[in-house]
């Protein structure tokens, strides 16, 4: 293995290089996934209280308290969680999709948004996957037992509470909401958003999906929009549950994309159509009130579609069925743990940071954040941790010039380093992650700071633990025709 380039080489980094860009089944799922996320993102514009009045009068609200049980995980954090499911009725206006009786939910996402509103991550739960449901009330008020099953069957026995109560055993995450929607209400999203750009790798003939589709990069609405997340014959990923999720989840990063955009935020008669087209097809829980609804928007307000991300619980092959699928606990474990433990703590005060460079004094006062130019080297073996950390470091103002990989010994440990005149910025990144030793280099560019994060990580107080990185996630600030969003 390459070592790792020391105080003193003056090879390391190079800085000539221009900083890389930032990194980072039917539907039924979708449709309300990617209406409850973009509504939540976009309702922060709206500012006047008659609007939301008006809006909230349209939701169809269901009373859920007493259908949770006694034994629920504990509210640890001001962390928001929202069950987001899709129904697939097809009473009213969706009888046109067939003449199936009674309501499934195949896929159900479970949406953290983090303290403050920093950051917000979609979890997908494939319907394959076998679980042991806890009892449950039905529809008809008496009891079920539970038991193994697929875990779409806790829609099908009782609702959004008996998912809630199934999800709640599964991850031990408090929920406080749900939002559920039809086919109708992702048509009416669709539309108002002016269609939601997508990318396929070839051309789509799907007449069992009314799907038809040209090659590449193209925006879809209503009816094209439903077929392009509903197929399973299209072409499109390798038919499995796990392949439509993740072409899924690409829609919905397109769908908060927009929704986000300028453009659209700052139109008050586009955020209302938007809105209005949501909620008439929206059910929620009654503690999803107006007040509820005014206190998220105002803790994510300026949220980008940067700090949007969409994932799928890890799962492996279920041994007594091979068309079925189990979490894998070593992989789903960690992925819960961080979601319900994603604090905000308080902000530390700065520490004087003693010499260690070359005889030079490091200032005992730090600079403000915004006057530090970082660049972050991820010299682990944890994929995604550099990222990580750019993203809670620019939460704290810092700016993030680059991020990027090194090679290191196992034995290699966090250190920062600091050029010319940097000795300012190297204690703020010293106060900001604290523990790591602090030293002049020689080879630095004069005026910047690198964060080389070894084996003893870097973790900074004051901010939300970080969700681990998932296999196959997306992004929302992704591009459409990135190979992950076939």
């Known amino acids: 293995m390459q070592r790792l380039a020391q105080p003193g080489d003056r090879a390391f980094p190079d800085h000539r290089s221009a900083p890389p860009p930032r990194q980072g089944r039917g539907w039924r799922v979708l449709g309300w996934v990617a209406i409850g996320v973009s509504a939540v993102l976009v309702v ?77 991550v979609g979890i997908s739960f494939p319907r394959d996957s076998m679980v042991q449901r806890p009892s449950c009330k039905r529809r008809d008020g008496s009891t079920d037992p539970g038991g ?17 109560k199934t999800l ?48 590449g990069r193209q925006v879809v609405r209503g009816a094209a929009a439903l077929g392009y997340v509903r197929t399973r014959t299209g072409g499109l990923g390798d038919g499995s549950d796990l392949s439509r ?16 955009a300028k453009g659209m935020l700052t139109d008050p008669g586009k955020v209302y159509s938007f809105l209005s087209a949501a909620t008439k097809s929206l059910k929620a829980d009654d503690r999803m009130s107006m007040s509820v609804m005014q206190k998220l928007a105002s803790s994510m307000r300026g949220m980008s579609a940067g700090k949007v991300r969409f994932v799928t619980v ?62 972050i080297y991820n010299a ?61 280099w020689a080879g630095a560019k004069p005026g910047y700071v690198y964060l080389m994060i070894g084996k003893d990580g870097a973790t900074v107080p004051g901010q939300a633990r970080p969700v681990p990185k998932i296999a196959g996630e997306v992004r929302a600030d992704r591009d459409v025709c990135a190979p992950s969003a076939t």
């Open 44 to 120: 922060a514009s709206i500012s006047f209280y008659m609007v939301y009045r008006s809006l909230d009068g349209q939701i169809h609200r269901e009373h859920v308290d007493d259908k949770l049980g006694d034994h629920r995980p504990p509210k640890l954090n001001n962390a928001m969680n929202i069950l987001m499911m899709g129904s697939d009725s097809r009473q009213g206006e969706n009888a046109q999709y067939g003449t199936e009786q009674g309501e499934r939910s195949d896929t159900t996402i479970l949406l953290h948004i983090s303290p403050g509103g920093g950051q917000a």
């Open 148 to 164: 193994l099953s697929m875990i779409n069957a806790a829609y099908a026995t009782g609702g959004a509470p008996c998912t809630w």
């Open 168 to 215: 709640e055993a599964l991850t031990n995450i408090r929920i406080d909401h749900f939002l559920e929607v039809d086919f109708s209400g992702f048509k009416r999203v669709v539309d108002a958003l002016d269609g939601v750009e997508i990318c396929v790798p070839h051309a789509v003939n799907d007449p069992k999906a009314e799907l038809h589709l040209r090659k």
């Open 245 to 260: 999720i993740q072409r899924q989840q690409a829609f919905m990063a397109s769908v908060v994309k927009k929704a986000t």
């Open 314 to 375: 890890p799962v492996q092959a279920y041994p007594a069925d091979k068309n079925r699928v189990q979490f894998n606990p070593a992989l789903a474990k960690p992925l819960f743990d961080a979601v319900r433990e994603d604090n905000t703590l308080p902000n530390p005060a700065p520490a004087p940071v003693p010499a260690q460079g070359k005889g030079q004094q490091v200032p005992a006062k730090p600079v403000p954040p915004a006057r530090v130019k970082l660049m």
């Open 380 to 440: 682990t073996r944890t994929d995604g941790l550099g990222q990580r950390t750019s993203d809670q470091l620019e939460e704290k103002g810092f700016k993030i010039a680059k991020v990027g990989t090194k090679k290191a010994s196992s034995g290699f440990v966090t250190q920062i380093l600091y050029g010319a005149g940097a000795a300012g910025q190297a204690a703020a990144v010293a106060a900001a992650v604290p523990g790591h030793p602090v030293k002049q």
